[in-house]
């Protein structure tokens, strides 16, 4: 199932685990880790995990729960005194179980981060949250934002180390000491010159427009290092493995330590939030069930990475399965469904699930074609060439070079080609290299004629304006 799909996706490489009744009992690896050398994936593989760290953040928080540092109902500004967001009787009752609850109703933002992670620091990223507003009220919607649990995590750090000053330093330290250590976790990371200095790590791809995967800049995954409690870790199979040995014992690592109590792990499992009429959000944690069974999972993406991390506890069985390809999110998922249904006994249906997608894709990647355009009408975009700025997102600059309209933001260069989407009513420009391709713009002028670049991700509009 792995090779066929591997293979029908594009898919460079993979690796696949299975934990069962306290042991590593399947460990390969799958296609190329970098296909310039051919180096295989293998259990030892080095790469990013993305939202999955996110537990790994929350398993840290609960062993200070543990040690009398902080309650998870313990207001965040209680524990650092800066903290701030834009409703100051919020700030005041903002605990840190609601920084990691994904239930407070801040929707993402990612594209802040995004856009100035050549600049923005983790004190930047903490900093940012006194300009955030909450759509709604606790409790009412799943809304997933990576700069609150990267705060959880940069204050959980200084609580640990006795607040040294260095927000991603302490983190780091934090996290190894109470909880990579301990597990025996000896290639796992946030420090991500440190895994580049490793070597075995995968070359990270991205998925293009027309559904193919290219290799991508290492230095475009930097981007995650400001919200690194949030999903900046890098890891191997056989480090997770091990893991996923401590989450199913209850907290209990494979040499017989116990990292954290069974109590405030079990916490991070229970429901906070729904996300559908079958799935929850704990903390760091989305909580189902399959056919009775409960089932705790996390993905995590990043530009050039996916990861799937699902475990069954009372059948005490985990699948791992990780790629060097974007969004790849599907495959990962299924082929962990695909296991559940041997070990059940199901009746197969996730080959069909796959083999519809991949038909619906071709089908997208042919209508995309028919939407996009060219070429640029050099004429239609002069007027609008130039630098512009934006309070948030930074400085950027539009400019044609040799036919292509290029916009500039610094920490990358988007190719633009015309776009028009009567589906949806878009008629504007959409990205179509690395890293932010799919996202689109509309060039416009404001009510005195002056010129605009528009840019709307998710429940944000941002406007650039001419400097």
């Known amino acids: 199932f792995i090779d066929q799909y591997l293979a029908a996706f594009g898919i460079p490489g993979a690796a696949v685990g299975i934990v069962q009744d306290g042991a590593l009992v399947y460990a390969q690896g799958f296609g190329v880790a970098d296909p310039a050398t051919g180096a295989p994936v293998t259990p030892d ?55 990691v609850c994904a239930c407070t109703g801040v929707p993402r933002r990612d594209m802040e981060w995004l856009f100035n992670f050549n600049t923005l620091t983790p004190e930047d990223t903490v900093a940012s949250l006194a300009d955030f507003e909450f759509y709604t009220d606790f409790g009412e919607a799943f809304q997933y934002s990576n700069q609150m649990v990267g705060t959880a995590g940069y204050i959980a750090g200084q609580v640990a180390t006795g607040n040294n000053g260095d927000l991603a330093g302490d983190y780091a330290r934090a ?68 893991y996923m040995i401590t989450q199913l014992a209850d907290g209990v690592a494979p040499d017989g330590t116990q990292v954290v109590s069974a109590e405030n792990l079990n916490v991070t499992r229970e429901p906070q939030i729904a996300i559908s009429a079958n799935t929850s959000y704990g903390l760091g944690w989305m909580v189902s069930s399959y056919h009775g069974q409960p089932v705790i999972t996390h993905g995590g993406n990043t530009l050039g ?98 036919g292509k309209l290029l916009l500039d933001v610094g920490e990358f260069v988007a190719e633009l080609l015309p776009y028009s989407d009567p589906d949806v009513g878009f008629e504007g420009y959409i990205q179509v290299n690395a890293p932010g391709q799919g996202l689109t713009f509309r060039l416009v002028e404001d009510e005195s004629g002056a010129p605009q670049i528009l840019f709307i991700s998710g429940a944000e509009e941002y406007t650039f304006t001419r400097q």
């Not at 903290?83 to 179980?97: A, G």
């Not at 790849?328 to 199901?346: A, D, H, K, P």
């Not at 009408?377 to 630098?387: Q, Y």
């Open 45 to 99: 593989t080095l790469m990013m995990i993305g939202s999955t760290g996110k537990s790994l953040t929350t398993m840290m928080m609960g062993t200070l729960v543990d040690d009398g540092l902080m309650t998870w109902d313990t207001p965040a500004v209680d524990l650092f005194p800066s903290f701030r967001v834009k409703d100051p009787e919020l700030t005041e009752t903002i605990t840190m179980r609601n920084l």
């Open 175 to 242: 996290l190894q000491e109470r909880v990579l250590d301990p597990i025996g976790m000896i290639s796992t990371t946030v420090a991500f010159d440190e895994a580049l200095a490793a070597g075995n790590y995968a070359i990270p791809h991205t998925l293009m427009l027309d559904n193919t995967y290219q290799p991508m800049a290492m230095d475009l995954e930097r981007s995650l290092v400001t919200i690194g409690p949030a999903g900046a870790h890098w890891s191997t199979l056989n480090d997770m493995a091990r």
């Open 305 to 402: 990475f996916t990861s799937e991390f699902t475990f069954l506890p009372d059948a005490d069985l985990g699948v791992i399965v990780l790629t060097n390809a974007r969004a790849s999110n599907l495959f990962n998922g299924n082929v962990t469904t695909r296991l559940l249904e041997l070990v059940f006994e199901q009746e197969p249906q996730v080959e069909q699930e796959m083999e519809f997608y991949l038909e619906q894709m071709a089908k997208q990647v042919e209508e995309m074609q028919d939407k996009l355009g060219d070429s640029v009408d050099t004429e239609a975009v002069k007027p609008f060439l130039g630098a512009y700025t934006h309070p948030v997102l930074g400085d950027a600059e539009l400019s044609l070079q040799d």
